[in-house]
């Protein structure tokens, strides 16, 4: 009896949209499954059950995925946080490498596989210095 090889298979969590995640499998060579999702108030926790959702309609169990990837240099900061953190969860939980990457293109995820194996930690870049607290206009 011959033994299927499984697929590796990555998590991709794409922050450069302005009001909406896209999460995407990745094969190793090309983006096998793609969705994307509005978040609510609760940013993290939001996303972090329809990451988990995502991976169900594609039947993918979280602990088997071999690597999380979080695009970092684009969009808005809330959006970045909330993907780290949804990396860091399930990456934690599942004991998953995760690696930063500048795009979700297949050649650029390719790069990323590298950085998935140096198990290094987790410091975004973010597109521009954050403007959380702007000084009152009087």
Same mark, same amino acid.
């Given at each position: 009896?011959?033994?299927?090889? $499984?697929?590796?298979?990555? +998590?991709?969590?794409?922050?450069?949209?302005s009001?909406?995640?896209?999460?995407?499998?990745?094969?190793?060579?090309?983006?096998?499954?793609?969705?994307?999702?509005?978040?609510?108030?609760?940013?993290?926790?939001? @996303?972090?059950?329809?990451?988990? *959702?995502?991976?169900?309609?594609a039947?993918?169990?979280?602990?088997?995925?071999?690597?999380?990837?979080?695009?970092?240099?684009?969009?808005?900061?809330?959006? $970045?946080? #909330?993907? $780290?953190?949804? *990396? +860091?969860?399930?990456?934690?939980?599942?004991? =998953?490498?995760?690696?930063?990457?500048d795009?979700?293109?297949?050649?650029? +995820?390719?790069?990323? +596989? #590298?950085?998935? @194996?140096?198990?290094?930690?987790?410091?975004?870049?973010?597109?521009?210095?954050?403007? =959380? =607290?702007?000084?009152?206009?009087?």
């Amino acid at each position: 009896m011959q033994l299927k090889r $499984m697929k590796k298979k990555y +998590l991709v969590l794409d922050s450069s949209q302005s009001e909406y995640i896209i999460a995407s499998l990745y094969d190793g060579q090309k983006i096998i499954y793609k969705d994307s999702f509005l978040l609510s108030r609760e940013k993290s926790a939001s @996303a972090l059950k329809l990451v988990e *959702a995502l991976l169900k309609k594609a039947k993918v169990e979280p602990k088997t995925l071999s690597g999380i990837f979080v695009t970092e240099g684009v969009g808005r900061f809330s959006l $970045m946080r #909330a993907c $780290m953190s949804v *990396a +860091l969860s399930l990456g934690y939980v599942h004991k =998953i490498p995760i690696a930063t990457v500048d795009g979700v293109d297949p050649e650029t +995820l390719h790069s990323g +596989l #590298a950085r998935l @194996a140096k198990k290094q930690a987790l410091t975004p870049r973010y597109s521009g210095e954050p403007n =959380i =607290i702007l000084p009152k206009k009087r």
